[in-house]
């Protein structure tokens, strides 16, 4: 019973006071016209009052039983309530999300390809431990081939444990991406211009990179964040093609080989809105992963980037992106193939309109990436772009991108044509 239904109650007896209050009224009325004697009158006024008494005990009954119930009531709901927070399934601390990009890609090869489509699944055990994890399928498929030849991967790209120990300090185990660049740990469609992944965030740093490890994070009030990390290295081959090329290094934690381990840490500040400036640095003692005595070749990586995102009217906001990247190599064997030093950055400007259909927005971009930088042969690539983006909703997005290629010496330049669907959910 509510509280509602219990003051009905009370209105019901209040009601019948005041109708009994009447009749008495008009008995004295009638009992006047019949002019009754004084002990007559006595008698009537005695059992009036006697019946004005029992009502009035009614009532005082009646409302404290009303706010006994009204308490009970409250108390219950507090309990079930409480019981609720307590005891509620897995599904309450459980997220689900994802992204998905299908690309053209017009040029010397003219091809369509869905990506990327990536699933992930959160969980929050208590307020200060939670799990992270995402399952990727890229290219649309993967075949069952010998030699491995496959279009696609379906690849565990993250899969950690965060704890918090204060409200500054967290600390995180597992598979996770690295924080290095931009676009490594972030690279939802949605969330950046272009439909392929810039040359310098590809080659130089090659996202998307993940590996297993641990590490801490400390954020300051004022927008600082100093984070060190210690996880598996980049094993890269050291003949042939791709001898020492930092790309053909990533082990993606797939029964990888940890002879020597990296460490990774990075500062980053966004006490600014809309800013966010960082830095990292990695160093692994060999590169190579070599059997102890081996040749070793160590190697340090420096990373540097802006993104500033700052809106000068309501409708218009104007942006800026810039990194630059740079890995040292120490070794005879890499200087031999002038991959001792590996390089490469980039600068993309951008304007972004509202409009009442979505918003749109504009970019260029000019990078220059080398990683053969050590030799004395001019190997430096260098590629513009321009194109848009438009938002049909900030989860989801259309892209258009004209690539402009300037290859090394000898190289052969294919300008191309990208269109791509991205969203995120």
Known sequence: MNRNSLHSGYGTLSKALAATTAIVALGVTSASAAEPTMEEMWEIIQKQQQEIDALKQQLDSADAKVEATAAAVEDAGMARGSMSSSAGGWWDRTSIGGYGELHYNGGDTDRLDFHRFVLFIGHEFNDRLRLHTELELEHALTADTADGSGPGE??????????????????????????????????????????????????????TWWEGGAGLTYRLPNGLQIEGHVHGGLN??????????????????????????????????????????????????????????????????WEAHAIIDRAVTPDIRLGLRALCARWDLNGAAAAAVGRDKQYGWYVEPSVRFATAVGDVGFFGRYSEDDNTAGDAIDSKFKQYSIGSNYWIHPNAVLKLEYEFQEPPAGGTDDDKVHLGLGFQF
Do not use: C, M
């Open 154 to 207: 379906v690849e565990l790209e993250q899969a950690w444990l965060e704890y918090d120990f204060t409200q500054q300090l967290s600390g995180r185990a597992g598979l996770y991406l690295l924080p290095v660049g931009i676009l490594n740990e972030t690279h939802e469609p949605p969330t950046f211009y272009g439909v392929e992944r810039n040359r310098v965030e590809a080659n130089i740093i090659p996202t």
């Open 236 to 301: 890269v081959p050291t003949t042939g093609g791709n001898a020492f090329r930092i790309r053909s290094g990533r082990q993606k934690v797939a029964n990888s080989t940890l002879r020597e381990p990296a460490f990774t840490g990075r500062i980053k500040y966004t006490g600014i809105p809309g800013v966010e400036l960082a830095t990292s640095f990695q160093y692994q003692t060999d590169l190579t992963q070599n059997d102890p005595g081996d040749p070793k070749t160590s190697a340090t990586l």
